[in-house]
């Protein structure tokens, strides 16, 4: 299972860290994807991580402001988001897969919004 946490409402600039927690399996075996999906679009990918903590990999659109990390120790994946604009705004979702590109990811959290006002 995985659960997200620390989505929130801010302003335009300012930043925030979600956190995804898995539990009921290996965790250090799965790579870690961010997905987010705006109201009326598609999912989209945000960034992705490895077993190994360097092997990371982000969208265009997030690759200067965003920064992925993970602790295996604490199972968790984390999402660090600065300069936060209003094209942001999404419902943010964990996914693991064991493959480094799935074409489907295998496991999914519930999410958690995202609202950035400017």
């Known amino acids: 299972q995985l659960a997200e946490s620390g989505g929130g409402l801010v302003e335009a600039g300012d930043s925030l860290r979600l956190s995804c927690a898995a539990s009921?399996?290996?965790?250090?075996?799965?790579?870690m994807g961010w997905f987010r999906q705006a109201p009326g679009k598609e999912r989209d990918f945000v960034a992705k991580?490895?077993?190994?903590?360097?092997?990371?990999y982000y969208a265009d659109s997030v690759k200067d402001r965003f920064s992925i990390s993970r602790d295996n120790a604490k199972n968790t994946v984390y999402l660090q988001m600065n300069s936060l604009q209003p094209e942001d705004t999404a419902v943010h979702y964990c996914?693991?897969?064991?493959?480094?590109?799935?074409?489907?990811?295998?496991?999914w959290g519930q999410g958690t919004q995202v609202t950035v006002s400017s």
């Open positions: 996914a693991a897969d064991p493959s480094w590109s799935p074409r489907h990811y295998t496991y």
């Open positions: 009921g399996g290996t965790f250090s075996n799965l790579v």
């Open positions: 991580i490895g077993w190994i903590r360097d092997r990371t």
